[in-house]
Nanobody, 123 residues
Framework: QQHLVESGGGSVQSGGSLRLSCTGP????????IGWFRQAPGKEREGISE???????QYADSVKDRFTISRDNGKNTVYLQMNDLKPEDTAVYRCGLRHYRGIGLRPGDFGSWGLGTPVTVVS
């Protein structure tokens, strides 16, 4: 089964920045919506951003104005630039390929999940 691959996580202080990458050697990411999700311990998976094949983007209110999603088609990579990180952003971040049309960021509409990259924000 084919999966996406995430990288770029780490530990940062509150107010810091990280850039996550999502790539998929078996996929052409430019032809698909790619979503970023996160899951903190004891919490449900939360959709935080998506970039569509047309370049349109959407964000969860919790990350709007702090996170930016982008795509580099030449590198077949989708990025999530995360600024002004807060302790509540601590989670495992995973990217998924949109498999089903839908509105919003519902995990059930995505698949081909990567294993995730952990982000820890310390105060």
């Amino acid at each position: 089964q084919q999966h996406l691959v995430e990288s770029g996580g780490g530990s940062v202080q509150s107010g810091g920045s990280l850039r996550l990458s999502c790539t998929g050697p078996e996929f052409d990411l430019s032809r698909n919506g790619i979503g970023w999700f996160r899951q903190a311990p004891g919490k449900e998976r939360e959709g935080i951003s998506e970039i569509g094949s047309d370049g349109n983007t959407q964000y969860a209110d919790s990350v709007k104005d702090r996170f930016t999603i982008s795509r580099d088609n030449g590198k077949n990579t989708v990025y999530l630039q995360m600024n002004d990180l807060k302790p509540e952003d601590t989670a495992v971040y995973r990217c998924g390929l949109r498999h089903y049309r839908g509105i919003g960021l519902r995990p059930g509409d995505f698949g081909s999940w990567g294993l995730g990259t952990p982000v820890t924000v310390v105060s």
